[in-house]
């Protein structure tokens, strides 16, 4: 009886059926998700739009631009699925110990699931970083469109509209000019102010969601909070000027001008630029101090007052304690990681996924795919508390966004070891 030598290469034919059913398993897994996430896209920004009374043509480019974004999230679960699927409908019909039986090592059966999460995560990567911000502009011009619309309507004559803090009463009309506006402010701070013009007129820039009011025969009445005594007025006149009011603010995830739709190349500069300005930031605070140190100890050092000592120190003390940091920076650098994260997650997924096949019972590709749905809930529920811990628990960027992948890594390789452990071999 002679024996197979398990060798390094791998049959052609394994390598073209193997991928070609994660392919296929592939497919038929992203149409799942992209269904759900799309129906959740469309949740998010319904009542929204049809609010503002959209055509349907209108709502039909929402949508599209809104596809990068559901295609971005639905491709690591995809192959995850995949994965899943495959390995346990070859590991249930014994094509892996057929494999190693043949003389195949079984560390290379493992390649086909790598090798194909590897190429998914550059094409993830390299699609979104294309596609999305040049999706995200599209969304925002026709969703800029959308409200300019409504407010044309809204702002009609005789009509009292609020935006924001700001409520808007307008008297007669001629032509494209509204007549006798007032514009009361109606914010929490003490200085409030109300405008009241003779006439107005309004422009709607492109691709934002403002407005821009030309005013003609201003009179501003504005508070003075610190004058001590109630009912105390600043009153300015002036010929003309402008005001820009915000219409609507954009919705959480949609058309705006966030780090999340940028591409990394520019994110990266803006977080470069941010960076220097911070770091500018620190170093004026630390010459403050040596200078507030130097006088301190001159104090100390000369027939200085006590109250100039108390003085230098308490300056000292302030600087010392003050915490400079800038939110907003944190914010770009775990956007930033979560670019790479997201669809690297992708091999990570088919690390994961081979083990687990491997050691499900026999059941197929059912056992596969409700284990990946279970997996997908895990893994969004990790990169939902890296994504907390890093912005308000103020953890690295880096180590915050990837470790739900570092826990995909250590949860495969500890899969490997104690299957080994246990049966002595890895099939």
């Not at 590991?91 to 195949?104: K, R």
């Not at 027939?303 to 914010?331: P, W």
């Not at 790479?340 to 690390?351: D, G, T």
């Not at 096949?357 to 279970?374: E, P, V």
Request: aromatic share 12%; charged share 20%.
């Amino acid at each position: 009886m002679t024996l197979a030598i398990p060798t390094l290469a791998i049959p052609r034919v394994y390598w073209r059926k193997t991928i070609s059913e994660i392919f296929l398993s592939f497919l038929v897994s992203f149409c799942f998700f992209f269904v759900v996430f799309l129906i959740n896209q469309i949740l998010l920004f319904a009542e929204d739009i049809l609010s503002k009374g959209a055509d349907l043509f209108s709502v039909l480019k929402l949508l599209f631009y809104s596809l990068p974004t559901v295609i971005a999230i639905s491709v690591p679960f995809s192959m995850l699925a995949a994965t899943l699927m495959t390995s346990s409908r070859q590991h249930a019909d014994n094509e892996f110990m057929a494999a190693s039986t043949l003389g195949i090592n079984p560390a290379m059966i493992y390649v086909p699931f790598l090798v194909m999460g590897i190429a998914i995560s550059a094409a993830s990567f390299m699609a979104n970083d294309w596609f999305m911000p040049r999706a995200s502009n599209g969304f925002r011009k026709v969703y800029a469109e959308l409200i300019h619309r409504a407010a044309r309507i809204e702002l009609t004559p005789y009509s009292v509209l609020r935006y924001g803090d700001r409520t808007i009463a307008t008297g007669p009309s001629e032509g494209e000019l509204l007549k006798n506006v007032l514009i009361v402010n109606q914010d929490s701070q003490p200085d409030s102010s109300m405008v009241s013009a003779r006439q107005v007129k309004i422009a709607f820039p492109p691709d934002r969601y403002d407005a821009l009011l030309s005013l003609q025969g201003i009179l501003e009445q504005k508070a003075l909070p610190g004058s001590g005594t109630k009912g105390n007025f600043a009153v300015t006149t002036a010929e003309e000027g402008e005001i820009r009011i915000r219409i609507q603010e954009p919705m959480s995830n949609f058309g705006g001008t966030g780090p999340s739709e940028m591409s990394a190349a520019t994110l990266q500069r803006h977080i470069a630029e941010k960076q220097k300005r911070l770091d500018a930031r620190i170093a004026d605070r630390e010459q403050q101090k040596a200078t507030a140190l130097d006088r301190l100890r001159f104090s100390y050092g000369s027939a200085g007052s006590d109250q100039e000592a108390a003085a230098a120190y308490r300056a000292y003390r302030s600087l010392s304690s003050q915490k400079l940091e800038d939110t907003s920076l944190r914010i770009y650098k775990l956007e930033y990681q979560k670019k790479f994260v997201i669809p690297s997650a992708c091999f990570f997924f088919a690390f994961l996924a081979f083990p687990l096949g491997i050691g499900s019972k026999r059941a197929g590709r059912t056992a596969g795919f409700g284990l990946a749905l279970l997996i997908s809930v895990i893994y969004w529920a990790l990169l939902f508390a890296g994504q907390t811990l890093g912005y308000r628990q103020g953890f690295d960027p880096v180590l915050s966004m990837w470790m739900p992948n570092a826990v995909l890594f250590m949860a495969g390789s500890i899969m490997w070891v104690a299957r080994k452990l246990s049966t002595g071999h890895f099939l």
